[in-house]
């Protein structure tokens, strides 16, 4: 992994940056329905699938891999990670996990079900130690579906990376639908950012 700064005398989205991070702070989310049948069709199961497809395409995208690193740079990671959600049904709690990632599809399943063999009964907000740096948030709240899904932000907020949330998938014409809840800052992702990813993520799961 590589953080690269960011040059912001040359960068040619500086202006909106600006704008969006100090003039007019905003955030905002998109939540959309992807077709997941040809995961439930190959017989994959569908976190891990959902968190290699999503992790894919965020390190093919520049708009969801700029941060502010704890020097308080700005810059770009070179690759992500994931740093997902695992329920406790005896306290109604939740525990995160991070896992590596790699491009091979097997080889990063087989490393999500070591770590959730390892740390998914373990207690505590961050059940894995050592969380790199370079990680972003994914969170499923499988007991409902939805339309839409906010995260109530504090004002002035700087975390730049996309937090995802996946819900209850439903049957719908045959399909089989799942909403996903995106939430970036407008600083460095704008709608066609959103869009192209979405579009690139829908792609990877039919895949």
Known sequence: MVFTPVNRE???REEYFEHYFSAQPCTYSMCVKLDITPIL????????????AITAAVNRHEAFRY??????QLGLYSQMLPCYTVFHKDTHTFSTIWTAFCQDY????AA???????????PGFLAKPGLPENHFNVSMIPWATFEGFNLNLEKGYTYLLPIF?????????????IPLALQVHHAVCDGYHACQFIHDLQALIAR
């Open 10 to 12: 040359t960068w040619a």
């Open 41 to 52: 069709q190959r017989g994959q199961k569908l976190y891990p699938t959902m968190l290699y």
């Open 67 to 72: 941060a502010i690193n704890a020097q308080g």
């Open 106 to 109: 097997d080889a990063f399943c």
């Open 112 to 122: 999500y079900e070591a770590d959730l063999a390892a740390y998914g009964d373990k």
């Open 165 to 177: 949330t996946l819900g209850r998938y439903v049957e719908a014409d045959g399909k089989y639908l």
